[in-house]
């Protein structure tokens, strides 16, 4: 169209038409969206549990699977598979990785895991997933070997004070909420932190071994986890870090003994991150109706948990809240920075070798312009040359070389690996003035896919 001309105005048929086609693809697309929401879930369904058996996570995740069972809630049955180490690290890292966009899979977890990942400085936070609900709420407690002298908090309290050098801690990984506790402890106590022996277990069998077999001076736990050790006689359970009594009230708290120390662990469901609205909607239909079943109530007061549901959107502030108090938290407890065992690559590991890659060849270059300046400067055309000859290279080139190669770390993020490596091996190839452009495009797909296929697969490491 010719500047200064207006397009003229639409006519109604015109309008009419557009408004029928549009209205068209709608019904076209409906079936469509209609179909691809009802035939989730088509295959059987997993709860992964970033612990080993026998501690609160996987305890979470088999009641869960055995309520959704027994209440009908799936039409397909539903696996807990384990993935302990790191504090839930491990497993952490397989969910927002291997398992992006897996509507299949979701996580069972809780207030260790944002704690031990800040210790362990972990590429991945809880924060990466997409969390769906927090569901139970449980009190800590202080718990003491059967053949413990230490019949009560105080008693016990008194010894830690005297001679803190002597006893021993045991509770989950460092950094998560057992520790963030021993740690309190030890501050209300007037104990000095560096004064305060722990030992982390990744699961919560280990650290009951330990305490039953006496070879930890106290541990923290759950008290669901060892309720059940208590009632048998196979340890002595002191105080819960609770606000109040609960249950029966015949456990004293640690306020009642003296130290102004409350703290809760929390459990919830996590799903990968990538997923779409209708499977998300499917998940939170069935956490709403499993919560609301007369059987997850039972099993609640059976394991003396408290319901403490908390949908997804409250769920992710609650997070991003507990993140920022832990991070303060271990900051002044002295446990930043402790040993994690795991440190897994995260998604951008590669976008981040290109640009270091990147950064050498630009200064590999700044020095060769420094040592030979005739390096860079075109020599004259003779009549030897066997033809025409690409320039050498020049800080235009140079720069425009830079900019793509930024400009391919940010499509990463928009189009994607798959899409964006082969585009940006093209764009070099063609910058360096090439010859062989079908070539270098065949070689550059090939390398994508053979890169691909080395993080997703072998690595597990999903790439952007």
Not at 415 to 440: E, I, K, N, Y
Request: hydrophobic residues 50%.
């Amino acid at each position: 169209m010719e500047a200064g001309l207006e397009a003229p105005p639409a006519t109604p048929q015109a309008v009419t038409r557009r408004a029928a086609l549009a209205g068209g693809l709608a019904l076209a697309a409906a079936p469509m969206a209609a179909g691809a929401a009802s035939d989730f879930p088509s295959r059987p369904l997993v709860i992964l549990a970033p612990a080993n058996p026998g501690g609160g996570w996987d305890q979470l995740a088999r009641l869960m699977q055995r309520v959704i069972a027994e209440e009908g809630l799936s039409p397909k049955p539903i696996e807990v598979i384990n993935r302990g180490g790191a504090g839930g690290a491990i497993g952490l890292a397989e969910l927002v990785s291997r398992r992006h966009g897996d509507p299949y899979t979701i996580m069972a977890a809780g207030s260790v895991m944002v704690g031990s990942t800040i210790a362990q400085n972990s590429p991945f936070r809880v924060t990466d997933t997409d969390p769906l609900a927090r569901l139970i709420i449980e009190h800590l407690i202080v718990a003491v070997p059967a053949t413990s002298p230490y019949q009560t908090i105080d008693e016990f309290l008194a010894a830690f004070r005297e001679n803190p050098g002597e006893v021993t801690w045991c509770g989950g990984s460092a950094g998560g909420v057992d520790h963030i506790l021993v740690g309190l402890i030890g501050e209300a106590a007037g104990v000095p932190a560096d004064a305060v022996r722990y030992v982390a277990y990744s699961g919560g069998g280990e650290a009951s071994a330990a305490i039953m077999g006496g070879q930890v001076t106290a541990g923290v736990a759950g008290y669901s986890e060892w309720r059940g050790l208590a009632e048998a006689g196979r340890i002595r359970i002191l105080a819960s870090a609770a606000a109040e009594r609960f249950g029966d009230r015949a456990l004293p708290t640690l306020r009642e003994a003296g130290l102004n120390v409350v703290l809760e662990n929390w459990r919830g469901v996590f799903a990968p991150p990538g997923l779409k609205e209708h499977e998300i909607a499917w998940w939170m239909s069935v956490l709403e109706r499993m919560r609301a079943s007369d059987l997850w109530r039972q099993y609640l007061a059976r394991n003396g948990w408290e319901d403490g549901f908390l949908a997804r959107g409250a769920f992710r502030d609650f997070i991003v809240a507990e993140e920022a108090l832990n991070t303060r938290t271990l900051a002044r407890l002295g446990i930043v920075g402790s040993s994690g065992g795991y440190s897994p690559v995260g998604p951008w590991a590669f976008p981040t070798a290109i640009g270091v890659a990147a950064a050498a060849a630009g200064a590999a270059l700044v020095v060769e312009r420094v040592r030979r300046p005739e390096a860079v400067v075109a020599p004259a055309a003779s009549e030897e040359d066997d033809g025409p000859q690409g320039p050498p290279p020049t800080w235009g080139r140079f720069l425009a070389g830079a900019a793509l190669a930024l400009a391919y770390i940010a499509a990463l993020g928009l189009v994607g690996f798959v899409v964006a490596t082969p585009v940006f091996v093209v764009a070099l190839c063609l910058l360096m003035r090439s010859r062989t452009l079908v070539w270098d495009a065949a070689v550059a797909v090939a390398l994508t896919g053979a890169v691909w296929l080395l993080f997703t697969k072998l690595l597990s490491v999903h790439l952007p």
